[in-house]
């Protein structure tokens, strides 16, 4: 093996160690992505199958006072009734992610992609 190859080997190597080690949150920052990651699951299309009304619909939104992507990112990071909070699975920048995402669905009334 040529010492070219070794050292080439040898950077993937480290490369690769380095993504691993690498925590999810500092890559991720694309809130369609994040969404579905991690929300997707109870609020498919902006709605909700544990709790009805709680949906992630503008009206509904409206109802609960969430007005901003702001109000949606605190209840993103912390946590409402029964939803867990995800800031610690998502960091800052992911929650901020999330957060503009979905109120630019809900401002958009969720269009099918």
């Known amino acids: 093996m040529s010492c070219f190859a070794s050292l080439a080997r040898l950077l993937c190597v480290a490369l690769l160690l ?12 694309d809130g369609a992505q994040l969404f579905e990651m991690h929300c997707a699951g109870c609020h498919v299309n ?3 199958i544990i709790r009805r009304g709680k949906t992630l619909k503008m009206a509904a939104l409206q ?4 007005d901003s992507a702001e109000a949606i990112a605190v209840i993103a990071a912390q946590g409402q009734g029964q ?3 995800y800031g610690e699975v998502l960091g800052a ?6 957060a503009a995402w979905v ?4 401002q ?6």
Do not use: C, F, I, T
């Not at 920048?93 to 999330?98: R, S």
């Not at 958009?108 to 992609?113: E, F, I, L, M, V």
């Open 93 to 98: 920048e992911g929650v901020e992610a999330v």
């Open 108 to 113: 958009a009334d969720w269009p099918k992609s």
């Open 63 to 66: 109802r609960q006072g969430v």
């Open 103 to 106: 109120w630019q669905q809900s």
């Open 46 to 48: 902006g709605g909700n």
């Open 83 to 85: 939803m867990s909070g």
């Open 18 to 29: 380095l993504g691993l080690s690498a925590p999810s949150k500092a890559w991720a920052a």
